[in-house]
């Protein structure tokens, strides 16, 4: 597979480290957008174990850029009541995280019956639709999204092997056969993925060390759905601990504690 010229790989110390990094990143991109034409920073989260990362350095990142400007949405969700332990909203909102400054409310919780195709129009947090808070961009371009990686391959709710990878068309997509339980979850796909102006993926522990060997050095014919992410014109950062990257050969720039 075509490595991107624009990646780089970055290995920390500890969780620690690799959080200060992240938040340093969300400042100098959100510093850089508020600063253009649109006067805003589009943010996207993902939930799992970032949330834990997040919710201790997304606070100092948004006190150092301006964060009333911020427009801030879910790369997946889950579609479970918000007190549920896999609510990515409810997860946030329990951590104080998600919302920033003026950005829309949290996503919605239970629906009852079959995913309705509105979830999937109407996406942003608040069902603030992207046609209002992405105009004239037929596909949302996003300043940041900030991802994580399962040691499946998995990214957002995009998982190996399904349908949802040769999708075109939509820029959000419901999955109701996810083979992570949850089943019933909607997701951005990969046309916003990869029309972001940055991504870091976001991955720590010796759990995600095969995986991570295999999307960074590996050569598959079938890609895994993390490995597919690559921004058209964007930028493509990796962040690791230590032993997530393990079994990396490298090259990567590798951080070490002052």
Known sequence: MPRSPRRHVSVFPSPQELGSALAQLVAQRAAAATAAATGRFSLGLSGGSLVRILSRELPAAAAAAAPARWLVAFCDERLVPAAHPESTSGAYRVSGAAGPGSGPGPCPGSVPGPIPELLTRQYLLGFLPFSQAFPDEPVPVFDLL?????????TCSLFPDHPLLQE????????????????????????????????????????????????????????????????????????????????????FEKHSIL
């Open 168 to 251: 075109k068309e939509k820029i959000v997509a419901a999955i109701t056969d996810s083979p992570k339980p949850p089943p019933e979850r909607i997701t951005l796909t990969l046309p916003v993925l990869n029309a972001a102006r940055a991504v870091v993926f976001v991955a720590t522990g010796e759990g995600k060390a095969a995986v991570l060997k295999r999307i960074l050095e590996g050569d598959e014919e079938k890609a895994l759905p993390a490995a597919l992410v690559q921004p058209h014109s964007g930028q493509l950062y990796w962040f690791l601990d230590e032993p997530a990257a393990k079994d990396l050969t490298g090259p």
């Open 146 to 154: 900030i991802l994580g990686v399962g040691p499946d391959g998995h």
